[in-house]
């Protein structure tokens, strides 16, 4: 009888700690380019990162992004969405960005799914480990350009192949600094 059989306990194949870790899912350095191209190109980009670079580790990320590229980041994680004090006046950045990352962040209702304050003609970049986010959004506002991977393999890969990529205006980057933090 199975349920009384003793199995010899090397006949058993007992998962190991690396059998639960998942194998991350990489930005290709072709998607890093047309992402990095596409906020280069942009007069005024912003960087929307989700809840999960609400860390110190993932905080560190988007001011590399924010260093390397100059170009402004921020955390939307909550439900006060554009009226969360503590990202300032986000609602009146949100609302000249012309290209808007979003950074493993679905484009739900914290970002009113692409609705104002965003402009009409705001073009929309996703970067997102799931693939039915990415068609939400698609569907939703459109996205000029999405593709799946993880968040913080994503960010790292666009750090290092936007390194040498041209970044527009510097001012930029001060002016939403200024409505974030003062």
Same mark, same amino acid.
């Given at each position: 009888? $199975?349920?009384?059989?003793?199995?010899? @306990?090397?006949?058993?194949?007992? *998962?190991? %700690? +690396?059998?639960?870790? /998942?194998?991350? $899912? %990489?930005?290709?350095?072709?998607?890093?380019?047309?992402?990095?191209?596409?906020?280069?190109? /942009?007069?005024?980009?912003?960087? #929307?990162?989700? *809840? $999960?670079?609400?860390?110190?580790?993932?905080? /560190?990320?988007?001011?590399? #992004? @924010?260093?390397?590229?100059?170009? *402004?980041?921020?955390i939307s994680e909550g439900p006060r969405s554009f009226n969360d004090a503590s990202l300032g006046a986000y609602a009146s950045i949100a609302a000249q960005a012309d290209v808007v990352l979003l950074l493993g962040k679905a484009m739900?209702?914290?970002?009113?799914?692409?609705?104002? *304050? =965003? !402009?009409?003609?705001? !073009?929309?970049?996703?970067?997102?480990?799931?693939?039915?986010?990415?068609?939400?959004?698609?569907?939703?506002?459109?996205?000029?350009?999405?593709?799946? /991977?993880?968040?913080?393999?994503?960010? @790292?890969?666009?750090?290092?192949?936007?390194?040498? $990529?041209? =970044?527009?205006?510097?001012?930029?980057?001060? @002016?939403?600094?200024?409505?974030?933090? +003062?």
């Open positions: 009888d $199975v349920l009384d059989a003793t199995v010899p @306990e090397d006949a058993v194949l007992w *998962p190991t %700690q +690396d059998d639960f870790v /998942a194998t991350p $899912v %990489q930005l290709t350095d072709a998607a890093a380019d047309t992402v990095a191209k596409l906020l280069a190109d /942009a007069k005024r980009p912003l960087v #929307i990162g989700a *809840p $999960v670079l609400a860390n110190r580790k993932g905080r /560190a990320l988007l001011r590399m #992004i @924010e260093t390397t590229f100059g170009v *402004p980041t921020c739900d209702f914290t970002v009113r799914f692409g609705g104002a *304050p =965003f !402009r009409q003609d705001c !073009r929309f970049v996703a970067i997102d480990p799931d693939g039915a986010i990415l068609d939400r959004a698609a569907h939703a506002r459109g996205l000029t350009f999405g593709c799946v /991977a993880d968040t913080y393999p994503a960010a @790292e890969t666009l750090l290092r192949r936007g390194k040498d $990529v041209v =970044f527009g205006d510097t001012g930029w980057l001060a @002016e939403a600094h200024s409505a974030f933090y +003062d």
